[in-house]
C-alpha cells in the first residue's frame, strides 16, 4: 500500500517563521511558530528589514524542530509548500529561498500557496470537512478582506479594507495608548477592565457594502485619548480610561466585521462563514461572530493556533499538490 505523502510547510510573510509537517490526508504532526514580537516590540509594529532578518537566523531551527516534534527525517519529506503571497518582500523572500533549496536538493515537489488561502483553509482543518462554498473573513494585521470562497483556492475578492487593516487599527491604537506590541491582545487584556459606550468611537462604513475602513478610527482612538488625557493626573483613572477606550475600540471592530460578515452571507446566498486571520483570536469578535448561528448560519472559528500565523494552514498546498499545480522554479514572493 503506498504511504502517505509529508508536506513541510513553511511560512514567513510578516513576522511569524513557521514550520510544519502535514501528510496528504490531513493530519498534521507538528507546528513550530517563533514570533519574532519581542524583536518589534520597541517599535510599536513589525519592521520589515528586521523582520527579514529574524527569519533568516530562525528558519532552519524552526524547521529542525518541526521534523523532530514530527519524529521525521527531511528524507521522508514528499513535497514542500510555501506561502509565498502576499506580505513583507523581504521577509517572503526567506522563506521562499529555503523552500526551493529543499525542493532542488531532496528532488521533490514545490507549491506555492497564497497565506489568505491558508487562513482561510485552517476552518476546512479546522472542521474537520468540506467547507466550500462559504463566505471567508480573513482579519490580521495586514489585510482585512471578505472572500467568496468557491473552493480552497478559488477565492473570489469580494470586500477588501480601503486604508488600515483591522489588526493595524489595534496595533495603532495600543501603540497610541501605550499598552503594548502586538496591539490585538494588549487591547484585549485592557478592554477586560473597561467598558465599550463610555467613549464614543464611530463604526466605519457599517451601514456601506462589503469594503471596510479602519483609519478613521485610529484617528478617533487619539482624538478621544487626547481630550482626557491631559485631565486626568491619578495613574488609576488614567488606567480606567484606557481600559474603556481599549473596550470601546474592541466592540467598535467587533461590530463593523460582523456586520459585514452578514451582509456577505446575504448578498452570496452562502449559509456558511469561515472566518481566520490574527484578529479573529480576539474572544469578544469570537462571541459576537458566533451569534450568527442562531441567525441561521454555519459559522466556523478555529482554534487560536490556527487563526494567527503558522504554517500547518499552508497544507492547503495539498490542493495543489492534487490538482498537480507545482509551482515553476522561477517561483517568485510576491508582496501583494
Ligand atoms: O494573521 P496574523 O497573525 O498576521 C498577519 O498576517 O498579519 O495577524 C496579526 C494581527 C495583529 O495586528 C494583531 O494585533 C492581531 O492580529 N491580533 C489580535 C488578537 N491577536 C492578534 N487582534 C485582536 N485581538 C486579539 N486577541
Ligand atoms: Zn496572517
Not at 498534521?28 to 519574532?36: K, R
Not at 466592540?251 to 472566518?275: H, M, P, Q, Y
Request: net charge neutral; aromatic share 6%; charged share 20%.
Amino acid at each position: 500500500m503506498a504511504r502517505e505523502t509529508r508536506f513541510l510547510g513553511i511560512e514567513t510573510s510578516c513576522d511569524e517563521t513557521a514550520a510544519a509537517v502535514f501528510t496528504d490526508d490531513g493530519r498534521v504532526f507538528s507546528s513550530v511558530v517563533h514570533s519574532q514580537h519581542s524583536v518589534h516590540a520597541r517599535f510599536g509594529g513589525v519592521v520589515p528589514e528586521l523582520a527579514a532578518r529574524a527569519h533568516l537566523s530562525r528558519m532552519i531551527p524552526v524547521i529542525d524542530e518541526a521534523l523532530k516534534s514530527a519524529g521525521v527525517r527531511l528524507a521522508d519529506i514528499g513535497a514542500i509548500a510555501v506561502h509565498h503571497r502576499p506580505g513583507l518582500v523581504g521577509a517572503l523572500v526567506i522563506g521562499v529561498s529555503v523552500a526551493k533549496m529543499l525542493s532542488v536538493a531532496l528532488g521533490v515537489p514545490l507549491l506555492g500557496v497564497s497565506h489568505l488561502e491558508g487562513h482561510v483553509y485552517a476552518s476546512r482543518m479546522a472542521s474537520g470537512k468540506d467547507i466550500y462554498p462559504c463566505v471567508a473573513l480573513v482579519a490580521s494585521g495586514g489585510h482585512t478582506v471578505l472572500f467568496h470562497a468557491k473552493g480552497p483556492l478559488e477565492l473570489l475578492r469580494i470586500g477588501t479594507t480601503r486604508d488600515d487593516a483591522a489588526g493595524e487599527a489595534f496595533d495603532k491604537a495600543a501603540a497610541l495608548l501605550e499598552l503594548g506590541f502586538p496591539g490585538g491582545p494588549a487591547i484585549e487584556k485592557a478592554a477586560l477592565k473597561g467598558r465599550p459606550g463610555v467613549f464614543h468611537l464611530p463604526r466605519p462604513m457599517i451601514h456601506e457594502g462589503l469594503d471596510f475602513s479602519f483609519s478613521g478610527l485610529k484617528t478617533a482612538v487619539a482624538v478621544a485619548w487626547r481630550k482626557v488625557e491631559d485631565g486626568i493626573s491619578c495613574s488609576e483613572q488614567l488606567f480606567q480610561a484606557k481600559a474603556n477606550l481599549a473596550a470601546e475600540l474592541q466592540a467598535a471592530i467587533g461590530d463593523v466585521l460582523v456586520a459585514k460578515c452578514r451582509r456577505a452571507l446575504e448578498a452570496t446566498g452562502c449559509s456558511r462563514l469561515a472566518v481566520g486571520g490574527g484578529v479573529v483570536a480576539n474572544g469578544l469578535f469570537r462571541s459576537r461572530v458566533s451569534e450568527l448561528v442562531r441567525e441561521g448560519f454555519e459559522v466556523i472559528i478555529p482554534p487560536l493556533n490556527l487563526c494567527t500565523d503558522n504554517a500547518a494552514m499552508a497544507a492547503v498546498a495539498v490542493e495543489a499538490w492534487r490538482q498537480g499545480r507545482f509551482a515553476p522554479a522561477d517561483l517568485d514572493a510576491e508582496p501583494a
